[in-house]
């Protein structure tokens, strides 16, 4: 639990929501992954240290190489997508992307 004063006064900050004030701040925590969120980063060939800007251009990446134009047509080259694509909507709705 965090503490910030202003004009003289401390005052609890339980959620550190004024770290940056006391020079707390700046680092911030990710909170624990679930195993579907682990699963959708394996997927995707990432961490879980992978940041927002990472996850994406890894998508984007991985869209180009497996799409079916990409590929001719080629049917594990399509559930690969398929399962890219399930990965990064995942993540997305998880909040990571």
Known sequence: MGYAGGFGRRFADP????????????????????????????????????????????????????HPDANGGDKRSEDKLREIIQAYNYLKQAGLV
Do not use: Y
Request: proline fraction near 2%; charged fraction near 35%.
């Open 15 to 66: 959620h550190d929501l004024f770290a940056w004030r006391a020079g707390r701040g700046g680092e911030q925590q990710r909170r624990t992954l679930k195993p579907l969120e682990l699963k959708a980063l394996e997927a995707l060939g990432l961490t879980t240290a992978a940041e927002r800007q990472e996850i994406k251009a890894r998508f984007k990446e991985l869209v180009k190489r497996h």
